[in-house]
């Protein structure tokens, strides 16, 4: 294990570990406001997100701007201490926006506008939106930036939710833009295109249009589109930024992404580079069968998100059940508790929440808040006092992180892009599957994982998993290879290095940018049906997706399929090289040959786990000479575990510590057993 | 039981019971009328809806009137003593006026048109339409009210269905202008509304818009543009209504309602009280397992629509299948006449059908009719002529009604569509599935129920039953208190009265609304997957729903959650309060659960069974003096019941009525027996 | 068996068997250019189909026409004796074209455009496209009909496939001229359409809009709707096959027909008699479980066709999965080669792919090509090879054809359009089921069958089966029941004759059109629920519908429903008649029952098949003397067929064959046995 890192030196915006929510106050009346403060006192609330949806409040008709309500709680917050983190609004423009200007409304693939009532209703090209928020913006940036409460800025809300594509005329004509740019000349977009294919070679960059209509366009004019789309609303991002910083040039400056257990639909990583803190919103999904796994993957790529791997925040999450699911899940009791500790403990350096107080009225009426519908005299309620008083008490936390993994899990939005649009052999592919059916194998025994992209520094890591990364450039792919040179070991699966950074489809075999790595290759595909499975000769099923590899490789074959159309044929193979080891797994396997897989990477690399006990998922966050072990009971009876230091939910020391059913204990690492802390 | 109530005053078009069917002639060469008219006759055919979808034929071009083919059809069916329900044409606008008016089309929530080709094809608010349809029932009206055959008046057809819900522009306009006779103030609709919630706050009413794109929108305006929607077409309503009186002060006027087995896209309780005969189409689901209890159910609604409680008209319902449905279930043998009569036994004092002859052409073409494409050789035309015959022997039992019942089930269209739109805990959220659950036990034991909304005056009832009624305002939560405060008994079930009458969610506990009143409450949601089960300790088994009610509440625990996270916990409460009692059953529970509380509500209320037989569907119509009781048998074997009088379809007096499997009887109470009718 | 028939002197564009695919040089450098024709050669390709999406690259800007590189590779292609199968380049308009005149984009039923980046982007009836289009097929037709390497022109790519119906006002105005055309007075149209009910009654064609919007439709409109799309795009393959008969009048011109499992978008057989060849291009579908039927029922489709019924030319077929299916299934070993046989077998003079090479880039990136991805290391290209090299040793059996069969199976795809769409009493009803079930049966057996329309000259068959004919007319009814009265067989299942060529319902029983000649008639249909079945009194159970059959037919009762409400009524009955016999199955039946029905026609009627073995699939060509048996095998086992002749793949001669598991063998009969062919 590498050691840990020290803190870097970079912004935060409250003392310890953050403990909050938005708090939209504009939807109560004011007498409601000084309970509010009473009950974030009693919860141990130090930060709340503050103004996200006040536009319409603030500037209630074009220029007319009345700051008096957010001063009035601006002071209040102040006096009771608690820091601010203040949205600029401009994801909800106000209803007279929208009256006036129609036409900043984004549209859909056929041309349909979103037409308003939600939230992110503007094109994120459009010049006149960008105008109005950047006035609003200014006006409150240059209002509150002295205020001493305020302590972080938050760009607008959920970039992408709702605006993350638009296929209006204005977009349109930023796309080309965009593409002139790129491109330079219309003969090379042609070119890396393959536009000659149907015959859409264009004769000038003013007939190319979004991707409109049918899926079935050219993928790589859906792929660029996808990166323009991105780019448009980072442009939002960094125009909204630098307001701020012009007002105040020292200020911290987050936004709040949206990494959930797939592909997001902008380009996070260069996002990352931009902001001062790197938060994130994340939201579990009801049909998750491993809500814990689903976190640990979600802060596994978050704390890499940031060149400097420091702490990041969780801006977001739900004190139980959301709204947006077709049957939304209640969290049973302790699991709010055991949740947020599950992301501190992958490295963020606090826990906020949407929203403060449930809203009795609104689209969410029936999103659970912090101050539930049913008030203080509630599960909800308790669990959330209990939650905001451990991190007070467990500040000195904060600034350590989670040490270098020594394995790597490459993950790639773009390549998720590529993945999960247009005719592949087999429609419909997701990517966060093949990736967290890989990762959990690790989680499940408490080793840890970086989760990165493919042009990540991978000079540390000994094992790196290439799942289902169908689009990888050269430059990646010889990153990728540089691994096993150094004796450590790469494992590729099914659809991994398909195509390069333009979606074309490497030629001669597959996987084409792996192949020559792997000492084995493909030449069919053979997906497989819903329900349809595939013997190995090792006893594993494949679903989903097989191939016909080619007999007689270079690597061991480690296993056959043994039924169907390619009986005989190599299905997982492993090709020794240079010291180290390339594996290719050809088909999607269960969960059976993944754990076998791994357990054999485990066993050739000597990767060592951090806590060997299947109930209890054990992570360490350490830095300055300190160490904590975070330890978080799933399951549903106690366990008992060896393991000696100070813990500090009931603040006894000794030589091993007791984790009840559903609760989670953080040991304090290497300290003298036996007494109480005051 | 309560005293059966003499028929009320009021006006009926024919004497006896009415049946028939719609007549559209325009669709047949005019050598089929005389034959129609024969048939007619042989069937027993008293009324006809004449002129549904005559517009393009008595109007070929705009202001050419021609009603050379119906003065002929309406002399002869004059001449043979049918009487003729007159209806405006103006659900069928002709072509023509399409091709001259496009925009008088519906708009969908994309602002795409509805294009011609179907019915209905009109927004409510277009004051062009208006025009036209006015000017058109203005000429009918005028030439058709002295007629003597014309014995009522059919306004349009089943408004609603079609263009229930319009969001052109124009409609948008109207919207507004409802909602400023609403509000007044636009500060009162955005505090109504709660249009804080994402910003969305509005600085004139001119910037509201319908709810156009997403569900998820601000569920007040959705709310709102519902109930504008419904006022819109009852202005149709109304206006071709005051057209037809001009031309006779004393027509009887009716529309045809679409009351199904769910709420119904317009406020029919408010639009009874314009009709002279409160009229219904009833289409029976072919995926409804219960078709029996489902026209039960609708006729304990119908003939409460109306504030006097009188007869109601069954104006359209199907010999056989339908046609709208994925599969178009055919009636089996004997059902045409069970169900006809089903429909007479719960108080409609006519059957009648869609339609008269079964069209070759057109979109409804296989849409069976009275005499079907297979001609009289037929089962369907053998059960109309004999269902017909019958009708007229039992001509004497119009005019009684059923007697008010001693249990209630409250039921409100406008609490229907609150609970079934927008986002939800769990989405897709069915109004029809709980009432019909729990009106079901009461049904299978014959007990009489009353299906009310929760407006009514609930004095005459000792049982009252609010299923999933979410949205309830507090002038009806206290009406329903007082039936408890006077020693009543209340059953609540989960998801009633969470919101207002603004759709707003009341707070401090679930029920809001009748938290005191039960004694108990929940503090948080959690929905069930599909297919998920949560067992309770008393056997039953709850799917959809439960709730985490609080511990220890006032009210008697009836029944615990038995497992999952919420094992322990409340699950079903009785609240002895003021000699009543108040129950609250907090999750979806199964039949075996809905069967025990009612049994036990059935007992602790001392209420009785109109007949103890669980083949035999027993209901009691009376007035004047006479009683009359329908034995419906829906099961495959004969059965024998008990009940002395003269059974009216055999005509044979005795002690006792064998009811034949799939057959009905009618028994005229109290009279000698043993002696045969001649 | 009816005696083989010489190959009638029609043209063809190679010497024996045509070979190769859709060459696309464009999407390649030119250095690929010669790999490809030494490929080529190696494969024994004879032909190829050049230019199908090269307008853009002819024709860079509007009138700029650059023949540089066609010319370069048509001189390849000629001095290595490939012949060329040039096509107009009109299935790919250009992207200048659709920047110049977004006004040709189709547009959907809700108006919405189809945008460009598909194929096929323009309406057929846009005047626009005309122009442009036949410019650019005048100036390659002028250009390259001297050319002799150019054999054949292949007009457009797949018309109908994209640009099937369209619902633009250009359209609309086009179909009003139809409809003046075909009716002449509107009153005749509203007589025809039955337009009085739901009153929508035309009083001028220029009221009459395509069937925009929902498919609730009147049915005739929508019928005449379709006719007129198929013309419309017939109208762009005539004028364009005339452009180029005026450069060279000599010209074979040709199509590429979509003859799939189930009826096609447009009236393929009045489409048949204006080219000189019968082209098709055939894809599987992954989710058939009998693929080698589909095959089979094509082939049987396909010769019957064109009047003469000689050869026809499978010009696009895929070695291995598609692209555009959920799950694209690929070719297992040895598929390639016995399906393209299967076509050879039922009638095709060759076997042409798409495409030569697979693209790396485009909407079809994954499709597989005659050259994968994956190089010629690969399954596909050492199968292709083997094909290629295998027609070129079989080339004798070109100009034979398969020998008129004595049952024929009536097919229309007209009568598939009113079976599938509108309201029927059961929504969503599927074609192709029930005549590939009946075919089926046969198939299993070896007893040939021709697939024609119920138009056809029926005087040699003894057998007729007609399944779910929905839509037939007077004439072709008469053409029908002529079979039986010259002693023939006809079986008529349910579906079959309820409506005529206008689809208006026949009325007095079902089926109408039939009803007389099976001395048995129906009056309800009984459709059935997904999974519900219904037992027969043979055993074979009903699924999807039944029908109430009208008791005492004065057909003979061969089954009888034995369940559920029809239970005692006739369900399968057969109606001896002059000699002749006439069946009515009035249920959908399952295997069971098809197989008995079946094994009773071939006895009954005395029919033999070519070979009695379950496993292998034995088609016979033959033609000027000669005799070519084709034993295909689809099972997993090697088997003996005792049939003389040389056999060709093997070049074996002898008194039997053994057609190992997976392969074809194709048997020259009647040859002396013992010798090895030089």
């Known amino acids: 294990m590498s050691a840990s890192s020290p803190r870097p030196a970079r912004p935060w915006p409250t003392p310890g570990l953050s403990f909050g929510g938005d708090y939209n106050p504009e939807q109560w009346p004011s007498e409601v406001w000084r309970e509010d403060l009473d009950l974030m006192v009693e919860a141990g609330v130090n930060i709340v997100t503050l103004g996200v949806f006040s536009w319409a409040t603030v500037e209630r008709r074009p220029g007319e701007f009345d700051w008096a309500a957010t001063d009035e709680i601006v002071g209040l917050l102040h006096e009771r201490g608690i820091r601010i983190d203040m949205a600029t609004p401009t994801a909800a423009p106000p209803p007279w926006l929208h009256a006036l200007h129609p036409e900043i409304l984004p549209r859909d693939r056929d041309l349909i506008p979103q037409f308003p009532g939600a939230r992110l209703g503007w094109c994120p090209s459009s010049p006149v939106f960008r105008d109005h928020s950047l006035r609003v913006t200014r006006e409150l940036a240059q209002r509150y930036a002295p205020h001493p409460a305020v302590a972080m800025w938050h760009v607008s809300n959920e970039l992408g939710g709702g605006n993350g594509r638009c296929y209006c005329e204005v977009s349109a004509a930023a796309f080309r833009d965009w593409l002139r740019r790129r491109y330079a000349s219309v003969d090379v977009l042609n070119h890396t295109w393959g536009t000659a294919f149907w015959g859409h070679i264009y004769s000038d960059f003013d007939e190319v249009n979004p991707p409109r209509g049918s899926e079935a366009q050219n993928p790589a004019l859906v792929l660029d589109f996808d990166r323009f789309s991105s780019d448009e609303l980072l442009g939002q991002l960094l125009a909204e930024r630098d307001v701020i910083r012009e007002a105040d040039p020292d200020a911290i400056v987050t936004t709040n992404f949206m990494v959930g257990p797939a592909h997001d639909v902008v380009d996070y990583p260069r996002w990352a580079a931009e902001v001062d803190v790197v938060a994130n919103d994340h939201y579990t999904l009801p049909t ?114 989670v040490p270098r993994a020594r394995v790597a899990l490459l993950f790639d939005d773009i390549a998720g892009w590529a993945l999960t649009r247009g005719l592949k052999p087999r429609h419909g592919l997701d990517y966060g599957r093949i990736p967290r059916a890989w990762h959990r194998a690790f989680w499940e025994r408490n080793i840890p994982v970086d989760v990165v992209g493919p042009w990540a520094d991978l000079a540390g890591y000994e ?156 992570v360490r966050r350490s830095g300055d000479g300190r160490s904590y072990l975070f330890l978080l009971n799933h399951s549903d009876r106690d366990v008992e575990v060896p393991v000696g230091g100070r813990e500090l939910v009931t603040g006894i020391a000794g030589a091993a510590v007791t984790v009840p059913a559903g609760e989670v204990r953080i040991v304090r690492e290497g300290e003298r057993t036996g007494t109480r802390e005051s």
């Open 288 to 401: 998750d069968p491993l809500t814990a796994q689903d976190i640990a993957f979600s802060g596994d790529r978050m704390r890499n998100l940031a060149p400097e791997k420091g702490p990041w925040l969780l801006m977001e999450h739900s004190t139980s059940h959301g709204t947006w699911h077709p049957v939304n899940r209640a969290k049973a009791p302790r699991e709010l508790i055991r949740n947020s500790l599950g992301h501190i403990a992958r490295g963020a350096d606090g826990a906020l929440f949407f929203q403060w107080r449930s809203s009795p009225s609104g689209a969410e009426q029936y999103f659970p808040g912090m101050v539930p519908h049913s008030g203080t005299d509630s599960k909800i309620w308790r669990e959330t006092v209990e939650l905001g008083q451990l991190l007070g008490r467990i500040g000195e936390i904060a600034g350590t992180t």
């Open 463 to 618: 094992v790196v998993v290439v799942p289902t990364l169908l689009l990888v450039s050269d430059a990646d792919a010889a990153n990728i290879a540089s691994v096993v040179d150094r004796g450590g070991c790469v494992l590729v699966t099914h659809l991994s290095g398909i195509v390069d950074e333009n979606d074309r489809v490497r030629l001669g075999g597959f996987p084409g940018a792996f192949r020559e790595l792997l000492g084995a290759s493909s030449e069919e595909f053979f997906p497989l049906r819903d329900g349809e499975t595939v013997l190995l000769d090792t006893g594993w099923l494949a679903t989903e997706w097989t191939e016909l590899m080619r007999e007689d490789p270079a690597a061991e074959v480690v296993a056959h399929y043994a039924a169907g159309p390619l009986r005989g044929r190599p299905a997982v193979t492993r090709n020794p090289r240079n010291g180290g080891s390339a594996w290719y797994v050809s088909a999607s396997i269960d969960r059976l040959g993944i754990d076998a897989v791994v357990a054999r990477l485990i066993a050739e690399n000597a990767l060592r786990p951090i806590l060997e006990s299947p109930e209890v998922e054990a």
